[in-house]
Nanobody, 116 residues
Framework: QVQLVESGGGLVQAGGSLRLSCAAS????????MAWYRQAQGKQREMVAA???????TYTASVKGRFTISTDNAQNTVYLQMNSLKPEDTAVYLC??????????WGQGTQVTVSS
């Protein structure tokens, strides 16, 4: 069973930075897509950033220019560098991966809280 374990969340002031990590229990190059989602209290889960096979990346509009998704295949880890954080970025951030058709994996999430 594939496991994804997030880390790096915490409390930060507005304007600060955090780097989230998602460590996979398997070779991440086997995945077609790896992504970061977030879910704020009382809101729907939304995709924040995704890293597609071939090196393509995509971001939700609200984080473009502030967040960067990257991978380290040697470490089987996906990162989310978050800069210029805003209170509205406060959420639980979850790592997700898609492999062969029908195979989708999720981590447990890490809390990010941005104070104003």
């Amino acid at each position: 069973q594939v496991q994804l374990v997030e880390s790096g969340g915490g409390l930060v002031q507005a304007g600060g930075s955090l780097r989230l990590s998602c460590a996979a229990s398997t070779n991440i190059s086997s995945f077609n897509t790896m992504a970061w989602y977030r879910q704020a209290q009382g809101k729907q889960r939304e995709m924040v950033a995704a890293f597609l096979k071939g090196g393509f990346t995509t971001y939700t509009a609200s984080v473009k220019g502030r967040f960067t998704i990257s991978t380290d295949n040697a470490q089987n880890t996906v990162y989310l560098q978050m800069n210029s954080l805003k209170p509205e970025d406060t959420a639980v951030y979850l790592c997700a991966a898609w492999g062969t058709p029908g195979k989708n994996y999720w981590g447990q999430g890490t809390q990010v809280t941005v104070s104003s």
